[in-house]
């Protein structure tokens, strides 16, 4: 209703490349089917058709971190995690976009235009976020190192706490608090 749909068409017609991640790969088959009306009243609704496939709802929710190695150019490693309640099946999960020991995840149609996962976290691989804005069409990608900076963010927030807050009195206030 919001044309959506036109506005990816239109992207794809032109050489764009699209990314589904989790409900966004469910939304790129044909339909997702909620029977138990997990995410509402709704117990069926049609999907973009992008990827031949469709997606069921179900009660128990999939949640795993998962090592595996993303489907495109280099077989880049990737680490992440998968949380959804649906279970998707088609004949578009042949060519996965994501391939980890046991099992393989997600679709890429077979332009390679359209890349869809169930994994979360994927972009905070330095290497991985590399390939796929490379994938995207950006060359040359300077991607951030998400655990550098984590790092280097937790280092500040304790230089704060420490140059600002009276740790000593805390430590005081805690055995006090303990004591009575």
């Not at 994501?98 to 869809?116: C, E, L, M, T």
């Not at 976290?121 to 976020?129: E, I, K, V």
Request: hydrophobic content about 35%; glycine content about 12%; some cysteine.
């Amino acid at each position: 209703s919001n044309g959506w749909q036109e506005a990816i068409q239109r992207h794809l017609r032109y050489g764009g490349k699209l990314m589904g991640i989790c409900g966004g790969l469910q939304m790129l088959g044909n339909r997702i089917d909620d029977p138990l009306q997990i995410e509402g009243p709704v117990k069926q609704a049609p999907g973009l058709a992008l990827l031949d496939m469709s997606t069921r709802l179900e009660a128990e929710k999939q949640l795993r971190r998962a090592v595996g190695r993303l489907n495109l150019k280099g077989n880049t490693p990737v680490s992440g995690y998968e949380i959804h309640a649906g279970v998707s099946t088609g004949p578009a999960l042949r060519n996965p976009a994501v391939q980890f020991p046991d099992y393989d995840d997600g679709a890429i149609s077979a332009d390679g235009r359209i890349f869809g996962t169930y994994l979360h976290g994927l972009f905070d691989n330095r290497q991985a976020c590399a390939t796929l804005l490379e994938w995207a069409g950006l060359h040359a990608a300077e991607t951030p190192d998400y655990e550098a900076r984590r790092e280097q963010d937790i280092d500040r927030l304790a230089d704060a706490l420490e140059q600002h807050l009276d740790l000593n009195r805390l430590v005081t206030f805690e055995k006090l608090s303990r004591a009575g």
